[in-house]
């Protein structure tokens, strides 16, 4: 597997923080973990499982395992937030029939704080994967992703969208976190372009398209190889990330193909292409239809298609 090292700091959190804030709104219960304490267990749950794991059978499981431990703090951050906005939605009865009685009080009081603390709580969950997820790419030169939802980066990574989300977010802008918030810069490219040439070619592209359109968004499938690279771009440079996956178990093999009609369907600024490694000694290489295919469906539509290509010898 290529490994492509980007950063010497997996987390960098910062001092005057929401997590700060909401610790000091929290009355009861003692004072929450530090950030740095929280992004220090992040990574050291994550080192401690490749160290452990490495070099033995487990090894071939590495990407489960490693995924699986990320997606329970993903999963733990979605089921304390959802606890939150019940604790909200009492708090909105609550104040409308409020009678200004004692018991009225304290149960409106109880409310805000079951609130604030599940708030708390799901920040925390997040600096936690936060910093497995980034721990993750350095050590093994994978990205996670969550397959359903919104991962909502509390610091380093990009916001993670449904493309049906994002879809409706343009037609309506009533979306909020779903609405892409800028225009959309839609990315296809072959599994096997995986290599150092092929990371510094689409980081060109990718980087060219951040200087015309600074508040962008990146759209793309989420698949292995280049795409994987794409996202852990994303990631580094702060910009929101559409993922339209293919839906295999709906439509078989039309999947990939059904996903760019997801992309077109965002009218994306333009669509980028790699359809093959620009690696020279990867010859012989028949090129990705489904990148084919996106750049096709683009200048069907009357997008703007820019394919990737070598740098001219």
């Given at each position: ?13 910062t001092s005057d923080s929401a997590l700060g804030n909401l610790s000091a709104s929290i009355e009861e219960g003692g004072p929450l973990p530090t950030e740095d304490a929280l992004a220090q267990l992040g990574r050291a749950l994550m080192t401690e499982l490749l160290d452990v794991i490495s ?35 009492t708090m909105r009865s609550l104040d409308r029939d409020f009678d200004g009685s004692e018991a009225a009080d304290v149960e409106l009081q109880d409310a805000t704080a079951k609130a604030r603390a599940g708030d708390a709580a799901t920040q925390a969950c997040e600096l936690i994967r936060d ?183």
């Amino acid at each position: 597997m290529t490994r492509f090292n980007t950063s010497s700091s997996a987390f960098t959190p910062t001092s005057d923080s929401a997590l700060g804030n909401l610790s000091a709104s929290i009355e009861e219960g003692g004072p929450l973990p530090t950030e740095d304490a929280l992004a220090q267990l992040g990574r050291a749950l994550m080192t401690e499982l490749l160290d452990v794991i490495s070099d033995t059978a487990l090894e071939d499981f590495q990407t489960i395992l490693g995924e699986a431990l990320i997606g329970a703090f993903h999963s733990a951050a979605g089921r304390i937030e959802r606890d939150a906005d019940r604790a909200r939605d009492t708090m909105r009865s609550l104040d409308r029939d409020f009678d200004g009685s004692e018991a009225a009080d304290v149960e409106l009081q109880d409310a805000t704080a079951k609130a604030r603390a599940g708030d708390a709580a799901t920040q925390a969950c997040e600096l936690i994967r936060d910093a497995a997820s980034q721990t993750w790419t350095v050590a093994t030169g994978e990205v996670w992703t969550a397959w359903r939802g919104t991962r909502r980066g509390t610091h380093l990574t990009a916001a993670q969208l449904e493309a049906k989300q994002a879809i409706r977010a343009i037609r309506n802008r009533k979306s909020g976190e779903a609405d892409p918030g800028g225009p959309v810069i839609a990315f296809r490219g072959a599994p096997t372009a995986d290599t150092p040439e092929d990371a510094g070619r689409i980081f060109d592209a990718l980087n060219w398209a951040k200087q015309e359109w600074p508040d962008m968004a990146l759209a793309t499938t989420g698949a292995k190889g280049s795409e994987k690279l794409a996202i852990k771009w994303a990631q580094q440079k702060g910009v929101k990330l559409i993922l339209a996956r293919a839906d295999f178990d709906t439509h078989g093999k039309a999947a990939p193909f059904r996903a760019n009609d997801e992309l077109i369907a965002l009218e994306p600024e333009v669509c980028l292409t790699l359809v093959h490694s620009v690696d020279r000694a990867r010859a012989d290489q028949r090129p990705f239809g489904p990148a084919l295919n996106l750049g096709q469906k683009a200048m069907e539509s009357g997008l703007r298609h820019v394919p990737i290509r070598a740098r001219a010898a």
